[in-house]
């Protein structure tokens, strides 16, 4: 594995029973990477598990939150906490498994030529099971709009496995990222993309929960419709450095 120093950023709330698997999981495939999971206070005390978990594995930490504020800001406290502590490669996963931890190594190979890796469910194909039909749908065909009305030229620009170098999280403003729902991840990919740097995508194959309850709501799929006008507009004003 590189030398560089990574950190794996993990949301939770109520992933308790996955995220006890998980953990070591990800060791297997990354013995030195740091793994910090940003707690939105779960009823189901996740966070006092990986608590537990830290008194036996280096190197894990956790970032508790007064309550549940939606995955963009939990990832937005995530990217501070990291850029303070020097990480210089920073990734995004989720708690349920849908991330495979096997695909780790290929993200940190990939990196040393991108500055941004998107672990991509559409770079060849469709490749996401137990999806039903309609939320498949909803995904692959607001990937479509988020190239054609907001112009990013990415496959997969919702996916939430990736890896940052820490001088793209630097080049953005953090506190300016208003999205809070899985519209966080088209934000974000736009700002990097105006910013001219390197994107590249990994295939993966995305495998739906088998534990705990899908975050997905009506809300989030409204949220990420009206964004994608916004970018829309901003790119008119926002050139960027492409």
Known sequence: MSQKKVLIIIPTYNERENIIILIPEIRKKLPDAHILVVDDSSPDGTSECVKELSKNIENIFVLDREKKQGLGRAYISGFKWALKRDYELIFEMD????????????????????????????????NVINWPMSRLLISYFGNIGARIVAGIPVKDCTSGFKCFHSKVLKSINLNKVGSSGYSFQVEMNFYVWKQGFNIVEIPIIFTDRKIGESKMSTKIVREALILLWKLRLMSIFYPGKR
């Open 95 to 126: 708690a349920d498994f849908s991330h495979d931890p096997k695909y780790l190594p290929d993200f940190i190979n990939a990196a040393e030529k991108a500055d941004l890796v998107i672990g991509s469910r559409y770079i060849s194909g469709v």
